[in-house]
């Protein structure tokens, strides 16, 4: 239990850490961000010039030795994250990680092992499960309101015409399924409480062994049954979407990923249909709140080590049964 600010640091000057750390992070006085480190010592002194960070890095090491940071930030590309996410536990930091939490189920069972054994707070940045709508969604499909599930469908299709991003790049670990598929499984997990089993899939690809575009059908333990689709550049250019369909309704949510700029909640039960909406707060802010408090005050998180295992067994999984390699491993198809 402590009352002190926790002190982070971010590792790389990612693109994503102004949305997802330091603009929250300016709105919660238990959180201060100290430190930014890069492979090049001149992009993180003007990265922390610009967002007024007081310490810039050459490399990520230098941080993580530093005893004024409390904890780390991990936004750099996928086949990273295990490597320094486990420095930075060794070091004696907690770690909020950008999903996925690693290249694939073993690494991310090392981790996990790691995390335990530091007795360190380690948080996977699905920030959308932090949200008050993610919670709502979650507590309706659990309550039987709308019945026993039969069926559960979830979308994040975003269009990425950008051929050089890491998310295009196999020795990244990058494809939509590491991608965007990430948060399609990690919602069908959460909302129907239940592990999937991924019976097919199909991957469209971008080059060999990178996937754009791809989709799974899943079989879960109650009987019911699930799909799910994820893309970077596909004809679907904009879907952002969990539907559950139960015995007696429907839940419809669309963008539960980032509800802030966005979303609608619409449940059909007995032919009868609500609308719920929800404060516009950013879903990085309830995330970063969470991390804190978890640090701080012990609190539980939602997305730890081993909700992060089973998310990338599923991921794995997708992947096979797609004809592809999981990332971090020797890529032999083509498919």
């Not at 979650?138 to 709308?146: D, M, P, T």
Request: charged content about 20%; aromatic content about 6%; overall charge positive.
């Amino acid at each position: 239990m402590t009352t002190s600010p926790v002190r982070i640091g971010i590792l790389g000057a990612a693109r994503i850490a102004p949305f997802a750390l330091i603009s929250p992070a300016r709105k919660l006085p238990q959180v201060r961000v100290v430190a930014v480190a890069a492979r090049d010592g001149q992009r993180a002194s003007a990265f922390a010039k610009k967002h007024g960070i007081e310490k810039a890095y050459a490399g990520y090491e230098a941080l993580l030795a530093d005893p004024e940071i409390d904890a780390v930030y991990n936004p750099l590309p996928n086949s990273l994250h295990a490597r320094y996410t486990i420095a930075a536990l060794q070091a004696g930091k907690h770690v909020l990680c950008e999903k996925p939490l690693t290249a694939n189920a073993d690494e991310a069972v090392e981790v996990a092992a790691v995390a335990e054994r530091c007795g360190r707070v380690l948080m996977e940045a699905f920030h959308w499960r932090y949200h008050p709508m993610a919670q709502r969604m979650i507590e309706i499909v659990r309550s039987r309101k709308l019945g026993p599930l039969r069926r559960i469908e979830t979308f994040m299709c975003i269009p990425l015409p950008m051929p050089n991003d890491i998310r295009y790049q196999l020795p990244l670990a990058g494809g939509a399924g590491m991608d965007v598929g990430s948060y399609t499984v990690s919602m069908l997990r959460h909302l129907s409480g239940e592990e999937p089993e991924v019976t097919q899939a199909q991957a469209w690809l971008k080059s060999p062994g990178v996937d754009r575009r791809i989709e799974a059908e899943v079989r879960l333990p109650s009987g019911a049954t699930g799909h799910m689709t994820a893309s970077l550049w596909s004809r679907t250019l904009l879907r952002i979407e969990a539907r559950i369909t139960c015995e007696r309704g429907t839940l419809i949510a669309r963008n539960p990923v980032a509800p802030q700029l966005w979303h609608r909640l619409l449940i059909y039960v007995d032919g009868l249909i609500t609308r719920e909406t929800f404060p516009k707060t950013a879903t990085y802010l309830h995330q970063l709140q969470a991390f804190a408090a978890a640090i701080q005050e012990g609190r539980p998180i939602l997305t730890g080590p081993q909700d992060s295992v089973a998310n990338m067994r599923v991921i794995d999984a997708m992947y096979r049964k797609a004809g592809l390699q999981p990332r971090g491993y020797p890529q032999t198809a083509t498919a």
